[in-house]
């Protein structure tokens, strides 16, 4: 239920509001009822007699995805409103933590949705057993699993990464858990992989099988990929025949070559020139004793993701592709909220040029643009390349103090977001608005 809170610009102001699955509404002023301030509650939509210059409180939309290694997207969100508040204690906020498909895309639409987590114990990228799950709808038999969860990169120690030798098999552990469970529809987020098998892994943990030249079954890691001449289908899980998959991705890399999978992501992953190399020739294998339909999956956009797992879900599952922070804005309602706002804040760790291929930022920008909303892009860092994302409407602020080292940025990475967020709300409270 939309709570209602007194005073002109409430939301008790406007009746015909519609009801969305659990936004979080920081209130002003005392708690109710002897509870937090922090309530559940949802807006979607405004009559248009109540405009935004009839308001007499100031309405943020705070919208971050995660600052990695500093901050989870709720724990952003929060950073956010506090600044707001601590600069206009009567500003109405709005939290939508966000995801564009990595690290806490399942949580994200489990907070709005009221989803239940299934917890599951999968071999990580190295196969290490690791605590997963996937987020699950009884009622229309949706799971959302977020590949990060079982195969990403911060789940690995610097000094343990090993691009040649992991592998997607947790994240189909967790699909063929879902399957189990009656699923019909499944969802994975792709983003913060540690893999680069092309979602080899996945593949097997579906029934898939990698054969060397003598039919012997390979493990589905590179160092063993390399010596593939055929895929086995036969024992390909036959309920994926009636189960919708899509991806929820945020880039638009191809697998191979130059934008590929190795060249774009493996240096992330800890791939020297020579692993880059060796990575893509690995992936042409793979390509070249594919399917047609698989060959052909490889030039599509977002098979390149999270270590070409998007080009196994497209060509082998016939999955459908879908820009993350797309899906999750429908999921969170961030267009009604941006509806009714007049200031939008966003984020995430590194501002930079992936930042305008559907990251989370872009994709939020997006949305207040249709609304004529101002937005303010509250980064760790920006880099020149990212420039083009700011407007007159879209302002790119770094939160980080010059001089400030890196890993001490990422331990005080709550405090100078509160503080850039505040900055950011004084100097519009200044304006006039």
Known sequence: MVPSFSGSGAWSDFPDMLQYPAPRLV????????????????????????????????????APDSYKESMTAPEAAQAMADGVRDIDPDAVVIQLPMSDGGEGFAAAIAA????????????????????????????????????????????????????????????????????????????????????????????????ARFLDDVGVELAPVPVDL?????VDLSRLDPRLADCLVEAACDVSNPLLGEQGASAVYGPQKGAGPDD???????????????????????A????????????ALLGFLGARMRPGVELVSETVGLDGAVAVADLVLTGEGSVDA????GKTPAGVAAVAARHG??????????????????????????????????TEA?????????????????????AGR
């Open 27 to 62: 209130t002003p002023g005392p708690p109710l009822g002897g509870q937090q301030d922090e309530v559940p509650a949802v807006v979607l939509s405004v009559p248009s007699p109540y405009s935004r210059a009839g308001r007499c409180r100031m309405i943020v939309v705070c």
């Open 226 to 230: 390399e010596r593939c001449v055929a």
């Open 373 to 406: 909303v101002p937005v303010v892009v509250l980064g760790g860092r920006v880099t020149d390349d990212a420039r083009a994302l700011g407007s007159d409407s879209v302002r790119l602020v770094c939160i980080t103090p010059e001089g400030q080292p890196g």
């Open 276 to 298: 880059v190399d060796y990575l893509d020739a690995v992936l042409a294998r793979l390509v070249s004793v594919a399917p047609p339909a698989a060959r052909l999956a490889a």
């Open 410 to 430: 990422l331990r005080q990475g709550p405090a100078n977001l509160r503080r850039a967020a505040g900055e950011v709300v004084g100097e519009v409270t200044r």
């Open 300 to 311: 599509l956009p977002g098979a390149g993701a999270a270590g070409g797992l998007g080009w």
């Open 112 to 207: 709005a949705t009221g989803d239940l987590w299934v917890p599951q114990t999968v071999p990580d990228a190295l196969g290490r057993p690791v605590g997963a799950g996937y987020v699950w709808s009884p009622g229309s038999r949706r799971a959302v699993v977020e590949m990060a969860t079982a195969a990403g990169l911060e789940g690995v120690l610097p000094a343990d990464r090993d691009v040649r030798r992991s592998s997607t098999r947790g994240v189909g552990s967790l699909v063929r858990a879902a399957l189990d469970a009656g699923a019909r529809h499944i969802v994975v987020g792709l983003g913060g992989s540690a893999t680069n098998d092309a979602g080899a892994g996945l593949l097997v943990e579906l029934g």
């Open 354 to 357: 992936q930042t305008l291929r």
